[in-house]
């Protein structure tokens, strides 16, 4: 185990046995407000609407989370409907959109009642 366990993050360490730890690295919290303003304003979709990731090398494209650019590992998300689109991320800002993602209701869907 090379990840000390006070740099353990719930978003970018490797599946864990220790999913319950809410310590977050300074890398996605940084990440992390941004990404919930745009699921909150409705910039940024849900995960709901896409599939899964397909990754591949980055090509330097503008990540939809962080706003910087991706020159690692690049996870795109096709879109499930139309209109068809792409959204593209680091590896931990997707899976924090997938984490915050989940847990922040939409805007546009009906309310319960
Ligand atoms: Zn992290
Ligand atoms: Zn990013």
Redesign the pocket.
């Known amino acids: 185990m090379s990840i000390a366990r006070d740099t353990w993050c719930r978003y970018c360490s490797p599946p864990p046995r220790d999913r319950l730890t809410t310590n977050v690295c300074p890398r996605c919290a940084e ?1 992390e407000p941004l990404i919930i303003e745009k699921l909150g304003t409705g910039t940024l979709d849900s995960p709901d609407g896409f599939e899964e990731a397909f990754v591949f090398m980055g090509t330097g494209l503008v ?6 650019p ?1 020159v690692q590992s690049q996870w795109t998300y096709p879109a499930l409907q139309r209109p068809l689109r792409m959204l593209r ?2 590896r ?3 899976r924090i959109w997938e984490v915050v993602g989940m847990l922040t209701p939409q805007q546009d869907q009906p309310a319960a009642r």
């Not at 990540?63 to 910087?68: A, T």
């Open positions: 990440v990540c939809s989370g962080c706003g910087e991706i991320f680091h931990w800002c997707a």
